[in-house]
């Protein structure tokens, strides 16, 4: 590319709404440009820096085996009705009417679109699993658009879906996805952690964030420096120490129940009726993850209560007031509205709703005859709080430190949540009919643009990983209008860089030297080659890479090795 074809647009001073570094940088170096609140042109320069991400990403997911698609922006409400969002999901997404008066949305996600189309095509289990995935724009009416592109109200994400026979192998897909994404994130260049997280208005069980470490990020992170825990404060709650959680008081029964999963299983190892007689919610810490088990009593637990409780707890180790709040319609700590009789107890490894039976917090055994105030503290309301650093990491390894980040990716367990309320389902092996289980998995593509300026800037601008940057090489020749032999080796140089596959951009605007650096210092391209006169007496450019200080003699002939 040449400058003076290109579309450069740099400017002294940012606007005055941009707050954060990356917002200033990206409205100064004319890769984004405003039209409304939250809506964004992405200009040429932006553009090149987002299809850089699109491609890795699409690299990698194709090579950890989905498949693209693109469903449309504009999609009609029917779909949303079906599973209940176009009532629920709130201000945040779009609804309007067509000529006919019909309602529509613009997409924010496409879980909907994306069962319809699998409910109509698969139905046997042969054709299972699929993973399905778009790059697409997406709109959120979001409260508080800000920091330009990295909270936008239309922005771009790569969504996928996938659709599974069974339980075990959605997890398998879960572990291959969350692989895919540290794939992509490394690639990227950013440095980034993935962390158990909430599952927020997508719903389903189990659920991580894949987060760039920023100080301007908008999540605080709860991790341990000494092991892999790692959480979204959001969802990393704990009880305050002020209640620590006491021996098991000798009025428990301890109950060997090996294997037991189900509450069936339970409740004939616990010599109770699982229909009648215990009302209560347990979560145990087995393996590691805690379970949920649902012991059915006299209230009712629908399925989409029951998945939120599965939301609540499992494979989560703390449920935040808010999830409490929304899956019973309670106050932690308060007997729910759904019938339940205990009282919903939370400590670092076991919450319990029950004065009956509870998770021993070790594989294959369970406590009866538990009473919370006997044998548990009653934590009030208060006592759950936000975990701070110093606080024992959960993992019983050490304390917790707290970083903050930017969430650029989250993957998420939906189970049964869409394929249920929409009826997706096939023939499995067995000839019955069967409802799919879920996975869904989502990045921001155009907040990773603001994401990866927020973690390499400096005074002077931008400094772009080499793999999104927008141009990786510039080539500064001085005096272009003056000097023949100076634009006859930049443009030979040039010639060459391409041919080698280098994406290198030639500023041959005849702009004064201090105007051309400036210009390519605040846009971020990682390498600058300056040819003059001088120089090309001996055969030799000046390169200096973004974050060097001094620049280099390299003889011209070996500028392109010297890049790759
Ligand atoms: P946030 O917590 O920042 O509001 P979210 O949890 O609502 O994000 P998801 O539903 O998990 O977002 O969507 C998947 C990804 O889409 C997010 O991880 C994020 O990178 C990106 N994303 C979400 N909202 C926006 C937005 N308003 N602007 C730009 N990117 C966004
Ligand atoms: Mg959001
Ligand atoms: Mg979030
Ligand atoms: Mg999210």
């Given amino acids: 590319m040449r400058a003076s074809q ?3 647009s740099t400017l002294k ?3 005055a709404d941009a707050e954060i570094v990356s917002h200033k940088l990206m409205m100064r170096a004319g890769f984004i440009k405003k039209l409304s609140a939250g809506i964004y042109n992405y200009m040429p320069m932006g553009l090149r820096v987002i299809r850089k991400i699109e491609n890795i990403i699409r690299e990698e997911m194709n090579r950890a085996g989905a498949v693209e698609l693109s469903m449309p922006i504009v999609q009609p409400a029917e779909l949303w009705q ?14 309007f009417k067509d000529r006919h008066q019909r309602d529509f949305v613009m997409q924010p996600t496409s879980e909907e679109v994306i069962t319809d189309i699998v409910r109509q095509d698969l139905r046997s289990y042969r054709q299972l699993p699929k993973n399905l995935y778009q790059i697409q724009t997406k709109f959120r009416d979001e409260r508080r658009p800000r920091f330009g592109i990295m909270r936008g109200r239309e922005f771009t994400m790569k969504d996928a879906y996938s659709f599974h026979k069974d339980f075990e192998d959605l997890k398998r897909e879960y572990q291959n996805m969350f692989g895919a994404y540290s794939s992509i994130f490394t690639r990227l260049g950013l440095e980034f952690r993935a ?14 964030e894949f987060h760039v470490i920023a ?15 790692a959480a979204n404060v959001e969802l990393a709650e704990a009880v305050s120490p002020a209640t620590p959680r006491p021996a098991p008081s000798a009025a428990l029964t301890k109950i060997h129940t090996p294997g037991a999963k189900t509450i069936e ?10 229909n009648q007689t215990i009302k209560s919610v347990i979560v145990d810490g087995d393996e590691g993850v805690p379970v949920l088990l649902l ?5 009712e637990l629908n399925e989409v209560k029951a998945s939120k409780l599965a939301g609540v707890f499992s494979p989560l180790r703390f449920a935040s007031p808010a999830t409490i709040r929304e899956a019973f319609g309670a106050e932690p700590g308060s007997i729910g509205p759904i019938g339940f009789q205990g009282k919903i107890y939370m400590d670092r490894s076991v919450a319990v709703m029950s ?6 917090n070790e594989n294959d055994y369970h406590y009866t005859g538990a009473n919370l105030g006997r044998d548990f503290p009653e934590p009030a309301v208060a006592d759950i709080r936000n975990v701070v650093a110093g606080d024992p990491s959960p993992d019983g390894k050490g304390t917790l430190a707290i970083c903050r980040g930017i969430e650029v990716g989250h993957i998420f367990q939906l189970r049964t949540r869409y394929s249920e309320a929409m009826g997706c389902k096939f023939i499995g092996e067995d000839g019955k009919e069967q409802v799919m289980e879920m996975g869904c998995y989502g990045v921001g593509v155009t907040r990773i643009m603001g994401a990866a300026i927020e973690q390499n800037f400096d005074e002077r601008g931008i400094i772009w990983p080499d793999a999104i940057a927008p141009f990786q090489i510039v080539i500064c020749p001085m005096g272009w209008s003056r000097s023949e032999a100076v634009r006859e080796a930049a443009t030979s140089l040039y010639t060459e860089l391409r041919a080698a596959g280098i994406d290198a951009i030639l500023d041959d605007r005849d702009e004064r030297p201090g105007v051309m650096f400036a210009d390519w210092e605040l846009i971020g391209v990682p390498h600058r080659v300056v040819i003059g006169d001088r120089g090309l007496k001996e055969g030799q450019a000046e390169y200096q890479g973004r974050r060097e200080t001094e620049a280099t003699k390299v003889p011209v002939a070996e500028i392109a090795a010297f890049i790759k």
Wanted: proline fraction near 3%; aromatic fraction near 8%; hydrophobic fraction near 40%.
């Fill in 265 to 274: 299983q339970l409740a004939a190892f616990l010599k109770i009726d699982a």
């Fill in 6 to 8: 290109f579309y450069i």
């Fill in 13 to 15: 001073e940012a606007p």
């Fill in 215 to 229: 100080e301007t990020g908008e999540d605080a992170i709860a991790y341990n420096p000494d092991s892999e825990y």
């Fill in 195 to 208: 962390v158990a997280a909430d599952t927020g208005a997508i719903g389903g069980t189990g659920s991580h």
């Fill in 355 to 360: 004065d009956a039976v509870i998770g021993a």
């Fill in 82 to 95: 079906e599973t209940g969002r176009f009532d629920k999901m709130g201000d945040e997404l779009l609804r």
């Fill in 295 to 299: 012991l059915r009593g006299d209230h």
